[in-house]
């Protein structure tokens, strides 16, 4: 016979020992496998396969012990050939290394890639895998509840080889999938119903005759999972076939399928992402192997296959795919919602300044964790929404909310347990003396109350802001927010209200790091106050973001907050830290941004008012201010403070369970190490693109300026809008802000991981050089 001589090397090496286990045996041809698989012929005259379990991963009893279960069931498994002594196998160093060999005998038939592609064989392969999974529900061996690299489920391991794959495109279709995987799949499988899967039924391990399945081979990768991640590794051999028809084949699999075990809701909508997924494993486990070695008998059978097929598939959406899989099942499927027609309604029934992001409006119909899953089942990670700070939906939230809307919702006119506990929990949270709660609605509403009590509190009336600021979007909060007065639509600054200049080290008036900015931006800061006292007004409170967001996230500088409270305090202002933004630990650090000045070794600054709002509900409606009891008493003056829906008992509920959620999934110091990882990623997008001027921010509240000239620091904006709206088109969700609109702010939930962070800065670094080469090309 005609066998290639590193085939002929491999036999050689192990030839004593299969004589003396099974006789001598002839050998015929390599066959497919991850393994060593050697057609032989006995003296006899029969075929026979002789396996060799090369693979470190494969488990030979756990592979005896499926092949026993389906024999007995009926499925057309290989039966094993015991050795003279009635062992299943044996051992033998190979390579160095002890191997286990076994001979089985060999199943007639056709390799099902090589035969016509019809529907009733698609059928046949979809009920025969049915089958399988019928007969091994509660079937529990030894080594079962297992992984390996072909496991996937856990397929986003092979993320780190897609810098090995060539070509941009390409790269971008295996990110999109393995978004996919992580968004859509895993937070689903454990949903599914389970038991053991065979894990690789692929074209060449299912036989075929005519219209019917007579063989199911190799077994090596069976493990324990969801029963459709089998039926999507399969779909996804299906879709390579050459006589596939785009996803027809693989429908009828699925038909054939649903009749023998049907699928559930959940099952339908995974398997067209969990065939993507099979592909793009399939496409990075090549790409690390050729990166090692060319050359491989079987190693790189399906790779034109696998490509073609993926860049064939990129463009469909999990609906899509979802609705070409299934069109022969007999189930209901919700009408494609007409999101055109939905934004020419919206068109007609809002203000046109109540704006939308991106060219291309997202209808997002969904969201769970990190991720908003619009109504195509595109999953889009959202790194902007800094309101969700637990993640969206987190259960825990949700069962709060829930539990407490069905027993009680009133006002806080009356007693509640809920008012006084989580008030108690707010306040422990904070430095001495700051004891005493508002519960509001928003972070408007209550920036508006903190500038009432600072007035009571003080008798004076105005009001010192930083430029750039932002607070809200009540009347006397845009009158104190220079990002509105001074942008479009805008009325200019009134008298009441003073602006101290931004201390921003990249783009200010003074440039550069340490105590010595921060100085001498407070400095400045009391001069404002002189030239308003000069003037004879009096400033009844400081409004301060520890981080200015509008403003282009800028970290204050070391030392600033403190010295700036100093010069307030000394002209008879209240100091109030607005946390809207970066409270409840997002700045990693310490639980509020006010604390970061103790943090970095400076002197300790401690506000007289606190104001919370966006993350305190993770979506409620809910606002906060915090502040001391004898403030409080002075704003106690006679007139009534209520608010409709501040603090009641579902909003009460609400925040103890987010503050509960933060303390047990140690969301702060995620924050922390998570922010110090993407820092670090931006930074090197810093040194690769001359446009990237600076990055900074703290923890998980980030920010990325763009420019045309480092030395003139000529603002960006419109490359920084391109690259937002690419990363859009790639699954990733960003926004520009900045009095230049220029900084691209990243301030995500606080639940996304280090392999979201790694896919961010791999996209932006390909959005970034694509939209500076091309700045249309990369929308």
Known sequence: MDIDPGTMAIYDAISDEVSKGWGELTPVARLAGENFNLLVRANSGESMVLRVATDPEVDVDLETAMLEKLATAGIPVPTIVPDGDGATDRSVFWDGRPVRIRIHRFLPGQAWRDAPASKALGRAIGETLAAIHVSLIDFEPAGGRRTHSWDIATC????????????????????????????????????????????????????????????????????????????????????????????????????????????????????????????????????????????????????ETTWSTLEQLATQSPREGESALCCDLDVASPPAPDVPALHEARRRTASPNLSLSYDSPLHIVKGRGCYLYASDG?????????????????????????????????????????????????????????????????????????????????GATDALVIDGAYHGHTGRCVAMSPYKFNGPGGAGKPDWVHVAPSPDHYRGQVHGEGRAVGTAYADKLATTLSEAQKRGRSIAGFFAEPILSCGGQVPLPRGYLSAAFEHVRHAGGLCIADEVQVGFGRVGDTFWGFELDKADGEKEA????????????????????????????????????????????????????????????????????????????????????????????????????FVRDRETLEPAADLADAVVQAMRARGVLLSTDGPLHNVIKIKPPLVLDAGDIDMTVRLLDESIAKTVASPTASR
Not at 181 to 196: D, H, K, N, R, Y
Not at 224 to 253: K, N, R, S
Not at 421 to 447: C, I
Request: glycine share 10%; with cysteine.
């Open 156 to 303: 986003t391991r092979h993320r780190d080889a897609i810098h090995f794959v060539e070509g941009p495109e390409r790269r971008r279709i295996l990110e999109s999938v393995l978004h996919e995987q992580t968004a859509i799949v895993e937070p689903s499988l454990a949903q599914c119903p389970s038991g053991m899967l065979h894990g690789d039924a692929n074209d060449e391990n299912l036989l075929v005759e005519q219209d019917a399945v007579v063989g199911v081979l190799d077994l090596g990768d069976a493990l324990h999972g969801a029963f459709v991640q089998d039926l999507g590794i399969t779909l996804a051999y299906a879709a390579q076939h050459p006589e596939a028809q785009g996803l027809t084949l693989p429908a009828a699999i699925v038909e054939g399928y649903h009749r023998k075990r049907p699928l559930t809701a959940i099952e339908r909508g995974l398997l067209f992402p969990l065939l993507r997924s099979r592909l793009a494993s399939s496409a990075l486990v090549g790409a690390r192997r050729r990166a090692k070695t060319g050359q491989h008998a079987t190693w790189f059978s399906h790779e």
């Open 606 to 705: 401690i506000p007289d008012i606190v104001v919370m709002g966006k993350p305190i509900g993770n979506g409620h409606p809910m606002g906060a201010v915090c502040t001391t009891r004898a403030i409080a008493e002075s704003f106690a003056n006679g007139m009534e403070f209520f608010s409709t829906f501040g603090g009641n008992p579902v909003s009460c509920a609400v925040g103890k369970a987010v503050l509960d959620v933060i303390d047990d999934e140690q969301l702060q110091n995620r924050a922390l190490t998570l922010g110090r990882h993407f820092f670090h990623g931006l930074l090197g997008l810093k040194d690769r693109h001359e446009v990237v001027g600076d990055v900074r921010g703290r923890g998980l509240f980030l920010g990325i300026e």
């Open 378 to 458: 595109r999953p889009y990670l959202d790194l902007v929404n800094n309101v969700c700070h637990v993640g969206h939906c987190h259960p825990r939230v949700v069962e709060a909310l829930s539990r407490q809307a069905a027993l009680l919702n009133t006002n806080t006119r009356y007693l509640h347990e809920g008012f006084v506990e989580y008030a108690s929990m707010l306040t422990k949270r904070l430095p001495e003396p700051l004891d005493t709660v508002f519960l509001v609605t928003s972070g408007s509403e209550a920036n508006e109350l903190a500038l009432r009590i600072a007035q009571a509190a003080t």
